[in-house]
């Protein structure tokens, strides 16, 4: 006979001490997770040093630079910016869902979203994240399309690579709209299984 409150199909959770060796082994795998995050720290440092040499550089040339020149500077700061926050939120996000919770509830400097993140969650923001960066990249992009077909061309884009880029980035609007999409379901379906 179940307890008040217990599914009748739910087993009772065993102690840690209780577990096979083998589900041990499977539940202490997700560890192997943690290089990976560390990795992606160093690779923010490195974004870091990216973002203060380009601003480095633009100080240095803020009187010699035309306003598109400091306008796409200022662009790459932003998508460095964007890249490091979609860095942080696979860290953070990631490690708390995947990997071990970080205990930080009621801490001042909690990420507001952090508090109802899950894989779900992350999947989403990481594909509104893409978005924003694709879209800096396509300003850039259409940007410096004014010099195609200039006597003094300064551009490596061509027309067709322009199509694509903007074809591509179509593509991962679509992508998150089907995630979310697919997420809304998922939730609706759970809410309604719950409900019967």
Same mark, same amino acid.
């Given at each position: 006979?179940?307890?008040?409150?217990?599914?009748?199909?739910?087993?009772? *959770?065993?102690?840690?001490?209780?577990?096979?060796?083998?589900? +041990?082994? $499977?539940?202490?795998?997700? @560890?192997?997770?943690?290089? &990976? =995050?560390?990795?992606?720290?160093?690779?923010?440092?490195?974004?870091?040093?990216? %973002?203060?040499?380009?601003?480095?550089?633009?100080?240095? /040339?803020? !009187?010699?630079?035309?306003?598109?020149?400091?306008?796409?500077?200022?662009?790459?700061?932003?998508?460095?910016?964007?890249?490091?926050?979609?860095?942080?939120?696979? $860290?953070?996000?990631? =490690?708390?869902? %995947?990997?071990?919770?970080?205990? &930080?509830?009621?801490? #001042?400097?909690? #990420?507001?979203?952090?508090?109802?993140?899950?894989?779900?969650?992350? +999947?989403? +923001?990481?594909?509104?994240?893409?978005?924003?960066?694709?879209?800096? /990249?396509?300003?850039?992009? %259409?940007?410096?399309?004014?010099?195609?077909?200039?006597?003094?061309? !300064?551009?490596? =884009?061509?027309?067709?690579?322009?199509?694509?880029?903007?074809?591509?980035? !179509?593509? %991962?609007?679509?992508?998150?709209?089907?995630?979310? @999409?697919?997420?809304?379901?998922?939730?609706?379906?759970?809410?309604?299984? +719950? *409900? /019967?």
């Amino acid at each position: 006979m179940s307890q008040a409150g217990e599914s009748p199909h739910q087993k009772p *959770a065993l102690p840690t001490s209780q577990l096979s060796l083998m589900s +041990k082994i $499977i539940f202490g795998s997700r @560890w192997l997770q943690l290089p &990976l =995050y560390l990795g992606l720290i160093v690779a923010q440092c490195v974004y870091v040093f990216k %973002f203060l040499k380009e601003l480095v550089h633009l100080v240095q /040339h803020a !009187t010699d630079f035309s306003e598109q020149q400091i306008m796409l500077v200022v662009l790459g700061l932003i998508d460095v910016v964007m890249i490091s926050n979609l860095l942080v939120m696979v $860290i953070v996000g990631g =490690y708390e869902t %995947f990997v071990s919770r970080l205990n &930080l509830q009621g801490h #001042p400097d909690q #990420p507001e979203w952090l508090s109802h993140v899950n894989a779900s969650v992350l +999947k989403i +923001k990481l594909a509104m994240a893409i978005i924003g960066i694709s879209s800096i /990249h396509l300003l850039r992009t %259409f940007i410096e399309a004014g010099n195609i077909g200039s006597a003094n061309r !300064t551009t490596d =884009y061509t027309e067709t690579g322009i199509i694509l880029q903007t074809v591509i980035h !179509t593509i %991962f609007i679509v992508s998150a709209i089907g995630i979310a @999409w697919v997420d809304r379901m998922t939730v609706t379906a759970a809410a309604a299984s +719950k *409900a /019967h």
